[in-house]
């Protein structure tokens, strides 16, 4: 790799050894993928948010940093809190989270606490690099606005935060982001969760393509979110929607697609949990991602008047639940007794485990592949098992 | 005695009984679970939707397609290499950068590593048997699988 003569002075200690093992940290990560070089990236967005008590060295690597009082060099946001305060056991598994926050603080990060750092926070421009983590913003990040990221680990980010840099390989490069599988869609409802599903089980890592859909912006977040979960892509397309994808020649870059698959509307609905599956679930979660603004609205509306049947939370970027609290259609969620909850569903929820399992119903195809006991269900089957659609 | 060249992402030399899947590994929702918490119990993988559900991988050499799903990987790859409780060495057909991650980190943070090799031709499977005591030689860049007892009594 081709050092500057500055980055050569950081790796031999000249601005200490924890910034020097900051910057080796990302050479030996872009030389294991041939990068030639470091490139300056515009902001970074951090992954490792909790604070675990049974993790250990990504916490002693952060301590260093903080002890050698190294900040940020980029605008940097970071993930949901774990719901430190949603349950006592909670406060066990997460326990320091609150010190932990303030390791990341004093380094400067911006405490947004939201995977969604893309809608508000931290709001990337096309064609801009990032350092990013977290799989379902680097997704959109990729897919949706347009801007470059490759997906970084967990303390890999902090490492492009404290040095602004990150190797050059991989989605930074404009041949890595041309489609590879075109999907075709024969459905007759939508169900952007479950066709992420789909799709990040046949992708794996390659690109997939979508024929035209007017998905919205909270479908295109939560289908992406899902294809990072099943699979690991990085980027997809959809013709005539993304940025990258204003029509199939383009989107594959003038070449034929390595693969056609054609996903219909049974395989959509073999990803949904039978009904009376459904009906064992003790409890429903929205918002994996955290729910936008627009999201967190369009649902509330199905509550306004009824009451839940079973304990029903959405799960809230910040910025969006405060927005929501002072709006008159959130008194409503709160009379039909939904849960509007700040961190994530995810790891808020994963410790129900041993202390009478119960079983989580959800919409969200991120969810649905990483909690233990959790049924999918489409828009339509949560909101009747909620008990506030008939039928 | 078969030996596979392949490319090494990251150097070093380890043996083990090998543990293959073709089924792409999720390592978050693999590992961060409650029994993994426990102090006997680190590395089992716990997704349910994998068909290595509740298999140990410590001290295995892990063979499959590549790494799926969650940017927290390199905290768990991190974790158990740096204290030595993960996988001998890892196999994959694709490298990945959430893969390499962990095992980077563990090296420059804490002088611990593993070997990773890439080998992206499907024979790797009827190469390579689950069981199969097999070292990965990062160094000269070869994946070396000992004869299964059966062969070496026929």
């Known amino acids: 790799m081709e050092l500057t003569q500055e980055q050569r002075a950081i790796l031999d200690g000249g601005d200490g050894e924890v910034m020097g093992n900051c910057l080796r940290t990302l050479v030996q990560y872009g030389r294991a993928f041939d990068a030639p070089r470091l490139v300056p990236i515009k902001s970074a967005h951090l992954t490792g948010s909790f604070k675990i008590f049974f993790y250990t060295a990504y916490y002693e690597i952060v301590s260093r940093l903080v002890d050698a009082g190294i900040k940020v060099k980029v605008p940097t946001t970071l993930n949901p809190r774990p719901g430190y305060d949603y349950a006592p056991q909670n406060r066990i598994v997460f326990k320091s989270q609150k010190w932990h926050e303030a390791q990341l603080e004093a380094l400067g990060v911006t405490p947004n606490y939201s995977c969604v750092c893309y809608h508000g926070a931290n709001n990337p421009e096309y064609g801009d690099v990032l350092g990013w983590a977290e799989s379902s913003a680097i997704i959109y990040a990729n897919s949706v606005i347009g801007a470059r990221s490759n997906r970084n680990s967990i303390m890999v980010d902090l490492c492009q935060a404290v040095t602004g840099l990150t190797p050059e390989f991989g989605y930074l490069y404009d041949e890595n982001r041309k489609g590879e599988i075109l999907v075709k869609l024969d459905i007759e409802e939508m169900d952007a969760p479950a066709l992420g599903f789909l799709i990040g089980r046949i992708a794996v890592d390659r690109n997939p393509v979508l024929t035209h859909y007017p998905f919205n912006d909270a479908e295109l977040k939560n289908m992406g979110a899902a294809m990072a979960s099943s699979g690991g892509v990085t980027m997809f397309g959809v013709e005539g929607l993304t940025p990258e994808a204003p029509d199939l020649d383009t989107a594959f870059g003038g070449k034929e697609p390595a693969e056609t698959v054609t996903i219909t509307q049974k395989d959509l609905d073999s990803i949904r949990a039978e009904r009376d599956v459904q009906r064992e679930a003790s409890q429903i979660a929205f918002g994996c991602p955290q729910m936008t603004i627009e999201e967190v609205t369009e649902i509330s509306r199905h509550f306004v008047g009824k009451k839940i049947a079973k304990p029903v939370s959405f799960h809230v970027m910040p910025d969006a639940a405060d927005e929501f609290s002072r709006t008159d259609l959130y008194q409503e969620v709160l009379n039909a007794g939904v849960q509007i909850q700040r961190h994530c569903p995810l790891a808020g929820l994963s410790l129900r485990i041993g202390l009478g399992k119960k079983d989580v119903l959800t919409p969200s195809g991120k969810l649905y592949y990483y909690l233990e006991g959790t049924r999918y269900g489409n828009l339509d089957d949560v909101l009747r098992e909620a008990g506030v659609l008939d039928g | ?154």
Not at chain 2, 14 to 35: D, E, L, S, W
Not at chain 2, 98 to 107: A, E, K, P, R, T
């Open chain 2, 1 to 154: 005695m078969t030996t596979l060249k392949c490319k090494t992402v990251i150097g070093g030399r380890a043996r083990g009984k090998a543990m293959v899947t073709r089924q792409p590994i999720n390592f978050t929702a693999a590992m961060c679970k409650v029994p993994n918490m426990l102090p006997s119990k680190r590395a089992e993988i716990r997704d349910s939707h994998h068909e290595l559900f509740r298999k140990n991988i410590a001290d295995r050499v892990l063979v499959f397609p590549s790494c799926i799903g969650s940017t927290h990987t390199g905290l768990v790859l991190l974790d158990l290499v740096s204290m030595g409780r993960g996988p001998a060495a890892l196999v994959v057909q694709r490298n990945d950068s959430l893969l390499i991650s962990g095992v980077v980190l563990s090296d420059v943070w804490f002088d611990r590593r593993i070997p990773v090799v890439e080998y992206e031709d499907d024979d790797l499977y009827e190469l390579v048997e689950d069981g199969a005591d097999v070292t990965v030689d990062g160094d000269a860049s070869e994946i070396r699988v000992a004869p299964s007892s059966r062969e070496a009594s026929s």
